[in-house]
Structure formats: structure tokens, C-alpha cells
């Protein structure tokens, strides 16, 4: 597990943010983040900056404690959970998606096919065989 804890005065209002994975080839992750002593009803705001955005943008505003991404495209995307007050935040978590290419997801469709193929071939040969006596 990916963790990073955040750097926080005081130990009671730092929030820690996880992820799944630190690089996703699928596109898709979940972050997850705690709080010690927090409140009920802790208002979290998740932000993320893309590597060629300028500006964070707010993708979770909520008191769950866990959300999943996904359809990413190919990058590296950056985190930051912060509480509705302002009063705490987690450092930021930096996930890379970099999805497999294309040879290799069409050697995979290969992999499938032949082991499709072998399976067909022994459960008519089974059949044939089971016919006989």
C-alpha cells in the first residue's frame, strides 16, 4: 500500500491518505484517507492536479473516508484531502497511470484465445471419449 502521512502541528488533525496502488495500468485506483479523533460528520474535500493542469481541481467533497478513481488517462495525477474547515490537510500522494500498450493487451487477447481453443478441444474430445463407453 501506497501511504503518505501528512506533516500536521498537531498529531490530532493529521489526515493520511492511501492508495491501492502507486501505479495504476488500468486507469482506475482507490484513495482512502484517516484522521485521528476526527468528528462525526467530517466534511472532506479531495483535490487532484493532473500533471498539466494549473489548478487543483475539488473531484470529492464528503464525510466518506474513501472514494475510487477512474478513467485515467495515461500521467501522473496528484492528491491532496483536506477537511471542509480548513484546519487539516494530508501531504500530497502522487499516483502514475500508464495503461499496458496496445502489443501487449493484443498478446493477452492471443493468451486467451489459444487457451480458449485448448479448453474447446479437450471437452469434445472428453465428450467423444465419454460417447464411446
Known sequence: MFVLPAL???AAETIVLNSDQSVSTAGYYQLSW???NASPGTVYILEQTAE?????VQIYRGSDTATMISGKP??????VVRTDD???ASNPLTLTVAHHSLATAFNFFIIGVV?????LIAIVLGN???AKH
Do not use: C, L, P, W
Not at 52 to 56: L, N, Q, R, S, Y
Not at 74 to 79: K, L, S
Not at 115 to 119: E, G, R
Open 74 to 79: 495515461d500521467g501522473r495525477y496528484h492528491y
Open 8 to 10: 500536521s502541528a498537531n
Open 34 to 36: 484517516q484522521m485521528k
Open 86 to 88: 480548513g484546519t487539516s
Open 115 to 119: 487457451v480458449f481453443i485448448f479448453i
Open 52 to 56: 498539466d493542469a494549473e489548478a487543483a
Open 128 to 130: 467423444r471419449q465419454q
